[in-house]
């Protein structure tokens, strides 16, 4: 096996590797592929050769490292340099963490593809001429492809789960709270989450376990947090009560995802667990609570970018023109959009029939969920309602792309801890399951999710395999 | 239409006071920055950096808890922050986190002694918010100057934002609750209530009503009120402006308008303020803010004793005049200081008369409180027991008073030092006088004959043998014998 096909826990517990061989795996794993996958927006200088194994982890565009370029692949931030560490980073780097570089991503964590990066796309290693997903796109194209073992994304409505499910890699959204904010660049503040993309379940527990942790600089971030992530990861199963949502597995689905669903909730029914049919109702409203909520903040989180401290600046000699002519230049179609979608939401006269209506939506849809989760200790259903599309499919169509996150976001409104695992490949393309938990049962989510990775026995490499055989470009004919 | 003058005049004021916290509002920045370079009392929070996230400070809420209660107002046991929306370059993040739909605080009153008696003017809501940063604008207004300078020290500073009801029926009122307003917030230490340098800021609405037909002017935002001064000058400027009004006059539009002290008006600012929707909603980075009781007791236990009570106290324990009570408690370190000085000498009205006449006067010289001069209570009694004793006169006192304003030094010191004391030895005044009744025999001559004013001829050429040292009362004495005293 290469280094660079290892999990970190497996690096991590070999004997016979040396520090400088798992530095060289991975940058010239890097070298090698990046070409064609184009995760990175910034890729680190090979620093001299530690004194321990490297800890290798990619970052996010929008979480800041300090004295780096934090774009948010934005051209507003394209020349942008941190001037603190996120606490993410700050954790990372306390413990021994390497960080190689910046991922790419939509524009300010909008869109489901990567596509909105104002800089180039990036390429699922899957099939490069398909969308990695998004928008922390970089971050599981670049662990799919064996660049990295590890990556930290941002989740405000599925943006770590659905990469991840295209990508062929575990990625997990914590219990909303539960991981510093400080750093992140927000969007969406009270839906954005920071979490882990591995390729292995323990590998995600142990990275969560790093940068999990209640902190002074962060007033949405709680006390409960969970004490160990990895700790029920190998309890069994059984009697562990799952719902399927009926609205989950509808005729928006994709019938081969479907199919490997069920496949798994058979074996997961064979290892003792008890699975049952619910309906929920709000799930239905969700996306459009989602697009009323996220772009209202995003609209006001935005208004810093105004060219008058750093960033992109056009000057103009009146002040509303300055305004106006950098936030043209900066922001992408995409943004432009939800800020409008965002500020309309937000005016007086739309605000009740809006924002206000969205905000009572979703204590509704959260009680929905409280009332499943006094019955059930998991939600299950797919990641993702389509395999990896082609690049270009949806640029056109916005609304077809926001039902990419039709079923991760209900997890993001609930605040509620969910990851994506690989169950099976549906034409040549990873198909993930879904698995969402109580608030602060982020250990137990793991535990169900650990257990799935034993029975489907995916192999994480394939991406890998595919990239290096040039089979990846194959539907290009 | 003849030019009336019994329209109503309807005044409400909305109020910032600065919060004297040690840090700012939503980060671990000094609250003490102007004298530091534009841009160094800074971080990521109160500059609008990526990523940054606001941290609530809680001894601004203690202290918005603290002038709630003053104000007597309802403390919220659930208040919540809300984003305020608009660009401006000295708001960093595109936002003001204030408090909209939930303030802290509301329903209070503050009562006032106007001429016409006490009156109470209702305080609609208090509620917190963090401060902007500075403009420099290369000329003097954004659009027209070459280039404009952000200075971001001053952003986040944490602000108690008070509205009152439009309760003040005169500009005057307005000012004698500005300047209440202002005291109270001393007295509690949560602002140290400086129009001139905006540590306390003053926005005034106004409008006229006509009592007969019950018809309103515009209301016009009256802004930019740096003293207590321009409170009474700018509101009266603008309801005689508003009079106008009512004879038709077009020019008088809802619309804000600033007070220019050197043109001594206020000047219209349309056009610099568009109609702003501000997008209020809640501040997803703060949670709400949940008190308990306990802590609003624990604070309200905190209260020092506010004017009005500490005016009455003084009335009753000291057995001063209304008057004097209410200039001795305009100002919690003059009432510190007139009480002790009563702890060390026990005539109260001696003191209060000496605090509120060559005290006042040199405070109001020098522009400073009493704690912030060299003078201390044991100045101001070691003075007035030396005149009981004689040794130096009121008049004499009052040069030492001065003297001791300048220097720091001990009435004794200077009486000494400068020969000052008092001559209260008849032997020795008797000699003077003799001496000034023998150089004088027409004056003598003519104070015989009838004209008794005289008399205070010789007093002054006495005095000014003594300059000034000699008992007053003795040479009156003295002078009256010599010049009735039977001709030799
Ligand atoms: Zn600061």
């Given amino acids: 096996m290469k280094i660079y096909e290892m999990t970190y826990s497996e690096i991590e517990t070999s004997k016979d590797i040396r520090p400088d061989e798992v530095l060289d795996a991975f940058y010239n794993r890097i070298t090698d592929v990046e070409d064609k996958v184009k995760a990175f927006i910034s890729i680190y200088e090979r620093r001299e050769n530690p004194k321990t194994k490297p800890k290798i982890i990619a970052v996010k565009d929008n979480i800041l490292v300090e004295g780096k370029k934090t774009t948010c692949a934005s051209k507003i931030l394209e020349s942008f340099i941190a001037p603190y560490d996120a606490t993410v980073v700050g954790k990372l780097k306390e413990n021994g963490f390497y960080i190689v570089g910046k991922t790419n991503m939509d524009e300010f964590a909008m869109g489901s593809s990567t596509e909105n990066s104002a800089f180039f796309p990036t390429h699922n290693p899957w099939s490069i001429s398909r969308v990695p997903g998004g928008s922390s796109g970089g971050s599981a194209a670049a662990v799919a492809a064996g660049e990295v073992p590890l990556a930290l994304g941002s989740d405000t409505g599925g943006s770590i789960r659905q990469p991840a499910a295209f990508c062929g890699v575990v990625g997990f959204k914590p219990t909303y709270g539960l991981i510093s904010r400080y750093g992140l660049v927000a969007f969406g503040s009270s839906l954005d989450q920071i979490g882990g993309f591995a390729r292995s379940v323990e590998d995600v527990a142990k990275l969560s376990n790093i940068i999990a942790g209640k902190e002074d600089l962060d007033s949405t971030s709680l006390n409960n947090s969970v004490e160990d992530f990895t700790r029920l990861l190998k309890r069994p199963i059984k009697g562990l009560k799952i719902a399927i949502p009926r609205e989950f597995m509808s005729n928006a689905l994709d019938k081969g995802i479907k199919d490997q669903i069920e496949k798994t909730i058979y074996k997961v029914e064979d290892e003792g667990a008890v699975v049952e049919e619910v309906s929920m109702k709000m799930m239905d409203y969700a996306t459009a609570i989602y697009y009323i909520i996220a772009p209202a903040e995003a609209s006001s989180n935005l208004s810093r970018y105004d060219g008058v401290r750093y960033g992109l600046s056009k000057s103009d000699p009146s002040l509303k023109h300055q305004y106006m002519k950098t936030r043209d230049a900066g922001f992408g179609p995409e943004v432009k959009r939800r800020i409008m979608i965002g500020t309309f939401t937000l005016s007086a006269g739309y605000y009740e029939a809006y924002f206000e209506k969205a905000q009572r939506a979703r204590t509704k849809l959260i009680k929905e969920f409280n009332d499943v989760f006094s019955k059930y200790d998991y939600i299950v259903g797919p990641t993702t309602p389509t395999v990896a599309f082609k690049i270009g499919e949806k640029v056109e169509n916005p609304l077809q792309m926001y039902l990419q996150d039709i079923y991760t976001i209900p997890a993001n409104l609930a605040g509620i801890p969910a990851i994506s695992v690989p169950i099976g490949i549906v034409d040549g393309l990873p198909v993930g399951l879904q698995i969402m938990g109580k608030r602060f049962k982020d250990a137990e989510v793991l535990n169900l999710a650990y257990a799935v990775e034993q029975m489907v026995n995916f192999d994480y490499t394939g991406g890998m395999k595919k990239l290096d055989e040039g089979l990846g470009d194959e539907d290009e004919k | ?488």
């Fill in chain 2, 1 to 488: 239409m003849k030019m009336r003058n019994d329209y109503k005049i309807v005044i409400g004021l909305e109020i910032h006071a600065q919060l004297l916290t040690k840090t700012k509002m939503f980060c671990g920045c000094s609250t003490e920055y102007s004298f530091d370079d534009p841009n160094t009392n800074v971080c990521p929070v109160c500059m609008g950096m990526p990523g940054a996230l606001p941290i609530t400070n809680e001894q601004a809420i203690r202290f918005g808890v603290k002038a709630a209660l003053a104000l007597n107002c309802r403390v919220n046991l659930y208040s919540r922050f809300d984003r305020k929306n608009y660009f401006y370059p000295d708001l960093p993040k595109g936002y003001q986190i204030s408090q909209y739909k939930y303030p802290l605080a509301e329903h209070g009153y503050l009562p006032i002694e106007t001429p016409n008696g006490e009156k109470k003017v209702r305080i609609r809501r208090l509620h917190l918010e963090e401060d902007a940063g500075k403009l420099i604008h290369q000329s003097d207004k954004i659009d027209t100057a070459e280039y404009s300078l952000v200075d971001l020290n001053r952003a986040g500073i944490p602000l108690a934002e008070i509205v009152t009801e439009p309760d003040m029926a005169s500009p005057r009122e307005a000012r004698i609750f500005m300047e209440k307003l202002r005291n109270i917030l001393r007295y509690i230490d949560v602002c140290n209530g400086n129009l001139e340098e905006g540590s306390l800021r003053c926005d005034a609405n106004i409008s006229l009503v006509d009592p007969e037909t019950g018809r309103s002017t515009p209301r016009i935002e009256v802004k930019n009120i740096n003293s207590f001064k321009f409170v009474e000058h700018a509101l009266e400027y603008e309801a005689n402006r508003l009079r106008r009004f009512f004879e038709g006059d077009k020019d008088v539009v809802r619309e804000t308008r600033g007070w220019d002290s050197k043109l001594q008006m206020t000047i219209s600012q349309r056009g610099k303020e568009e109609e702003n929707d501000y997008r209020y909603f809640p501040e997803p980075d703060i949670p709400p803010i949940v008190l308990r009781e306990e802590f609003i007791e624990e604070i309200k236990g905190e209260l020092p004793e506010l004017p009005d009570a500490k005016k009455k106290r003084f009335m009753q324990m000291y057995n001063i005049p209304e008057y004097d009570a209410s200039i001795l408690v305009s100002s919690k370190e003059l009432a510190n200081f007139f009480e002790e000085c009563c702890a060390k000498y026990d005539k109260p009205k001696i003191v209060s008369n000496w605090i509120m006449t060559e005290v006042l006067r040199e405070l109001k010289e020098r522009g400073v409180e009493i704690n912030e001069t060299k003078i201390t209570s044991k100045h101001l009694v070691e003075l007035l027991k030396e005149i009981d004793k004689g040794t130096i006169s009121a008049n004499t006192a009052k040069s030492v008073l001065e003297r001791a304003f300048e220097t720091g030094e001990m009435p004794n010191e200077i009486v000494e030092k400068q020969g000052l004391k008092q001559i209260s030895n008849a032997d020795e005044i008797r000699k003077i006088v003799q001496k000034v009744v023998e150089e004088n025999p027409k004056v003598v001559a003519q104070y015989r004959g009838g004209k008794t004013k005289a008399m205070a001829f010789f007093i002054g050429q006495v005095m000014k043998v003594t300059r000034g040292k000699a008992n007053p009362k003795m040479v009156n004495q003295l002078v009256k014998e010599a010049l009735e005293s039977p001709e030799e």
